[in-house]
T-cell receptor, first 112, second 112 residues
Framework: GEDVEQSLFLSVREGDSSVINCTYT??????LYWYKQEPGAGLQLLTY?????DMKQDQRLTVLLNKKDKHLSLRIADTQTGDSAIYFC????????????FGSGTRLQVQP | EPEVTQTPSHQVTQMGQEVILRCVPI?????FYWYRQILGQKVEFLVS????????KSEIFDDQFSVERPDGSNFTLKIRSTKLEDSAMYFC??????????FGNGTRLTVT
């Protein structure tokens, strides 16, 4: 199966919280990341968490990591229309080809 | 904050032509990467580069591809004879040891 899996699509209303989920397979991951990609644009690093942490909060973003279940989530509080984008989960296991393995991305659509 | 820069932002070329995509990684970074994202698809690893040589490459990175660090600042990806299926967004990235990967904004390559 895939190393990193995400659901493809999430739709929320403006002002609600969004929760984007990700599962990964390898327990030796060192860092787990969330990247944001707007249409036609590059990859913007939103936040990352070291594998020995279980939570990280950064303004409207909260990352939760469940190492036992190999589950990572990104919660966006008070979601805005500008948050509409594709969100990629990624995991890192080293510096070579495993520097970063991406999920397929979750398209977040925020409705006014 | 230092960033990875890529040029050009968009390159259009004819099938069979050679293209060189350019990147300037963050100055104190030691590990360099190229990734590719075909429109609507996952971000895929192409190659990693360390200590002036390729450290790992994917099955996509065949004999048509090469990378070079011609001086102390640039990191290039050359595609010798482009094919239609090489059309994609190409991302350069760099990191310093066990740190997050920093991406450039990408070069959109269109092969006609």
């Amino acid at each position: 199966g895939e190393d990193v899996e995400q659901s493809l699509f999430l739709s929320v209303r403006e002002g609600d919280s969004s929760v984007i989920n990700c599962t990964y397979t390898d327990s030796s991951s060192t860092y787990l990341y969330w990247y944001k990609q707007e249409p036609g644009a590059g990859l913007q690093l939103l936040t990352y968490i070291f594998s020995n942490m279980d939570m990280k909060q950064d303004q409207r973003l909260t990352v939760l990591l469940n190492k036992k279940d190999k589950h990572l989530s990104l919660r966006i509080a008070d979601t805005q229309t500008g948050d509409s984008a594709i969100y990629f989960c990624a995991e890192s296991r080293g510096t070579g080809r495993r520097a970063l393995t991406f999920g397929s991305g979750t398209r977040l659509q925020v409705q006014p | 904050e230092p960033e990875v820069t890529q040029t050009p932002s968009h390159q259009v070329t004819q099938m069979g032509q050679e293209v060189i995509l350019r990147c300037v990684p963050i100055s104190n970074h030691l590990y360099f990467y190229w990734y590719r994202q075909i429109l609507g698809q996952k971000v895929e690893f192409l190659v990693s580069f360390y200590n002036n040589e390729i450290s790992e490459k994917s099955e996509i990175f065949d004999d048509q591809f090469s990378v070079e660090r011609p001086d102390g600042s640039n990191f290039t990806l050359k595609i010798r004879s482009t094919k239609l299926e090489d059309s994609a967004m190409y991302f350069c990235a760099s990191k310093q040891g066990d740190s997050p990967l920093h991406f450039g904004n990408g070069t959109r390559l269109t092969v006609t």
